[in-house]
């Protein structure tokens, strides 16, 4: 998994969504979530450091493809705002789900 700058993260992501409007290569997925370091000793020295701004990461997987990024609390906002440009800019490849209908029996009494 390759871990990117913000702008390169963005920037990949549009490449994604342009390979999959192209050749149908597949879905995309993203995942964000908040980055905890697994071991005691990492947390300690995080706390010890004080580097008590919480991280979020940000992951996206096309196939066997995968790149991921970490924002800081400082620099979130801005990255949202570039994400979520970037997402609207590629949601007309979405599909429509086609509606089930129900098959109403009717009982009509004559």
Sequence with gaps: MMRLSHDAFLLQLTNYFETCKSADAGSIFISMKPLLHKTKKERAAQQAADEAVPLCLLRATLGRKKISTVVDRTSLSRFQSEYG????????????REKLRKKTESTSTA
């Design 85 to 96: 440009l970037v997402m609207r800019a590629n949601m007309d490849n979405l599909k429509k």
